[in-house]
């Protein structure tokens, strides 16, 4: 079983749809999980940082993480056409092991 | 808002030829990072840096890829021996400290071409 899987994409929705992305990991010592978003020819950018099992909301983004079923998702509100990317889970275990295992990324279209 | 560069943003080289890639870090930050993606696949951690030394470093960091911090605000990466294989996006990362709560931040990388 790999590390981290991501769900496929791509993924096209009409603008104002809610996005829902998700990954499932295997390994227990994550602790810190993180949602990139990268545009065409960037790099990853930081969207969500979380710890442990719980929600964060940001604007109209929400991170879930769920430790018991190891899984993790990403809800985009309101989408629009700018939010078109890749979007890469991420995450890392405490203390000094601090190299983060990817996801694959799944490409996200939204259409005006 | 403060950013990780890299240069140069494409490089061509030819394969077994010497390649150094370069980063400059935010400025206050103390770790560094280099990963890698090869088209298609998912970014892959290379090594880590701290205090003029690597603090990790994957499997894929073999004895053609070194790491240095020249000065107060360079990082680079070295592949010695370039192989195809090598073909790849290179993304120098930085954070603020190593522990878990501080998240790393990305540069947008440097796409390296392996004739």
């Known amino acids: 079983q790999k590390e981290v899987e991501q769900d496929p994409g791509p993924l096209s929705v009409p603008e104002g749809a809610i996005v829902s992305l998700n990954c499932t990991y295997s390994?227990?010592?994550?602790?810190?999980f993180m949602w990139y978003r990268q545009y065409s020819r960037k790099g990853p950018e930081l969207l969500m940082y979380t710890y442990s099992s719980g929600n964060k909301e940001d604007g109209r983004f929400t991170a879930q993480v769920d430790k018991s079923s190891k899984y993790i998702s990403l809800f985009i509100r309101d989408s629009q056409p700018s939010d078109s990317a890749t979007y890469l889970c991420?995450?890392?275990?405490?203390?000094?092991?601090?190299?983060?295992?990817f996801g694959k990324g799944i490409t996200l279209s939204v259409r005006p | 808002e403060p950013e990780v560069t890299q240069t140069p943003s494409h490089q061509v080289t030819q394969m077994g030829q010497e390649v150094i890639l370069r980063c400059v870090p935010i400025?206050?930050?103390?770790?560094f990072y280099w990963y890698r993606q090869i088209l298609g696949q998912k970014v892959e951690f290379l090594v880590s840096f701290y205090n003029n030394e690597i603090s990790e470093k994957s499997e894929i960091f073999d004895d053609q890829f070194s790491v240095e911090r020249p000065d107060g605000s360079n990082f680079t990466l070295k592949i010695r021996s370039t192989k195809l294989e090598d073909s790849a996006m290179y993304f120098c990362?930085?954070?603020?400290?190593?522990?878990?709560?501080?998240?790393?931040?990305f540069g947008d990388g440097t796409r390296l071409s392996i004739l």
């Open positions: 990362a930085s954070s603020r400290q190593g522990m878990s709560n501080q998240p790393q931040h």
């Open positions: 991420a995450m890392r275990g405490s203390g000094a092991n601090s190299k983060l295992t």
């Open positions: 400025s206050n930050h103390l770790y």
């Open positions: 390994n227990s010592a994550f602790q810190y």
